[in-house]
T-cell receptor, first 115, second 112 residues
Framework: DGGITQSPKYLFRKEGQNVTLSCEQN?????MYWYRQDPGQGLRLIYY???????QKGDIAEGYSVSREKKESFPLTVTSAQKNPTAFYLC??????????????FGQGTRLTVV | GQNIDQPTEMTATEGAIVQINCTYQ??????LFWYQQHAGEAPTFLSY??LDGLEEKGRFSSFLSRSKGYSYLLLKELQMKDSASYLC?????????????WGLGTSLAVNP
């Protein structure tokens, strides 16, 4: 089955440690996105990538880093510079075609708790 | 600036009809999406509108008026499992790399 997989679903880390969240898709989608969701707030874009080896900062990129070495994979690293890292992180992908009605497909999410 | 407004919370009764409104102001418009999100889960796609009018999909329908910057999601024959957050999102223009701009979501509670 085609889909987008995030792992793990729950992640605990100590303050000051970097942590990497995994996102893999086998949908052959060009575009991939990382969002953060906090209670009472909408989805906020952290980073996105339209093609391999290229990515752009979203609205709240500070304290995060990404890489896009393969089309299927778009890992997100939450660094110790991120002041409030505890949140629900969502990865999404979409085809990058001329058609506009190409919705984003989401992974199951990773709930990160920093203690 | 870019802004999407939705009511924060709504309550409805099982079997009834509910309409969730969304108004938007964005720089460029390339379609409006509705997603459903259950607590602790990922959003799932419900509908897409790019032209004015009503799109119907089973119990769910979505309407768009581009001139008014307005959309609504209509849920009929409500079921308990429809209790969820409903997110409105607008795809911007090519200058924004066609990113989705998200509303804060409307939390719908369906009561028996």
């Amino acid at each position: 089955d085609g889909g987008i997989t995030q792992s793990p679903k729950y992640l605990f880390r100590k303050e000051g440690q970097n942590v990497t969240l995994s996102c893999e898709q086998n949908l052959n989608h060009d575009a991939m996105y990382w969002y953060r969701q906090d209670p009472g707030q909408g989805l906020r874009l952290i980073y996105y990538s339209q093609i391999v080896n290229d990515f752009q900062k979203g609205d709240i990129a500070e304290g995060y880093s990404v890489s896009r070495e393969k089309k299927e994979s778009f890992p997100l690293t939450v660094t110790s510079a991120q002041k409030n890292p505890t949140a629900f992180y969502l990865c999404a992908s979409s085809p990058r075609t001329g058609r506009q009605d190409t919705e984003a497909f989401f992974g199951q999410g990773t709930r990160l708790t920093v203690v | 600036g870019q802004n999407i407004d939705q009511p924060t919370e709504m309550t409805a009764t099982e079997g009834a009809i509910v309409q969730i409104n969304c108004t938007y102001q964005t720089s460029g418009f390339n379609g409006l999406f509705w997603y459903q999100q259950h607590a602790g889960e990922a959003p799932t796609f419900l509908s897409y509108n790019v032209l004015d009018g009503l799109e119907e999909k089973g119990r769910f329908s979505s309407f768009l008026s581009r001139s008014k910057g307005y959309s609504y999601l209509l849920l009929k024959e409500l079921q308990m499992k429809d209790s969820a957050s409903y997110l409105c999102a607008v795809r911007g223009n090519a200058g924004n790399n066609r990113k989705l701009i998200w509303g804060l979501g409307t939390s719908l509670a369906v009561n028996p």
